[in-house]
């Protein structure tokens, strides 16, 4: 557990951009401790795939010693922040599923691992942002799931090379591993079918996007505009997904600076009017675990 480095800035810069970015509008101390709990999610994601072994046992080891140990520093940091550990046990639950052959069946199962995996991080961010109305709880789950969605449409290709499938199998029926990672050469209609899924993810996860803003009226104001422009970062991979139209790109997508700097800009404009916008939130999934923690 000595490798973690807590309110490690330098962490968030180099493997969370689009939260990095989003930072630079938050409190100071409030950025600290946003790349504190980035720094712990990050330490166990490295864990699980840090090579093709099964790191489940070790993944459970750690969590146990957590839950053990009130003077372990990612217990402390939980206990001070109100975090329950029953959260961060969900996201060790998704980063073991991981650890086996994933293929997600329909969208059901895509949304549940989507909040072990994402959605727990943003119930436990909200804690650390210090939103103490329950309503919120949903909101910010979904905007973990809208961002692990963007996650997955943007990483199909590396996730195949790594034996992962989160595309359902019911949006990509006779598409096999090898269809995905290069293996196999795709015709075009298999390249539309893969392209079409990627899509259809992209377009499920605007409207947990949606959501998710639905919560921002229960963030203290100070620290409303960080989060409303890191989320719309990351949105905006999705996005430019989409301008490939049916083309199943291979290659990862990324931001540039200039394409951050006009969403934020975007962000700053449409935030001034969110009162008038009213996002509301809209009962699309069955009720998860924690969700009324």
Sequence with gaps: MQKIKFNSLEDLKKEGKSFYWGSFFLPRKLRNN????????????????H??????AQLKKLINEIKKNKE???NKFFNENKIDLSIFDDLIKGLITDQSLIRIQNERELVIYSYRVAGTVGLMMSKVIGITNPKSTSAAIDLGIAMQMTNIARDVHEDAKMNRIYLPNMWIPNIDLNFLNGKKKLNLKQNEVISGAIHNIINLSEKYYNNGFSGLKYIPFKKRLGIFIAANVYRGIGIKIKRSKKNYL???IYL????????????IFIFIFIPI?????????????????
Aim: overall charge positive; hydrophobic content about 30%.
């Design 51 to 56: 090579d093709d072994k099964d790191r489940s």
């Design 256 to 267: 540039n600076f200039f394409e951050k700097l006009l969403i934020s800009l975007r962000s």
């Design 277 to 293: 916008i009213n996002y509301k939130y809209s009962k699309i999934r069955e009720t998860l675990p924690n969700e009324k923690i």
């Design 72 to 74: 372990n520093k990612v």
């Design 34 to 49: 946003v790349a504190t709990l980035y720094s712990i999610c990050r330490y166990f994601d490295n864990i699980a795939d």
């Design 250 to 252: 291979k290659k990862r």
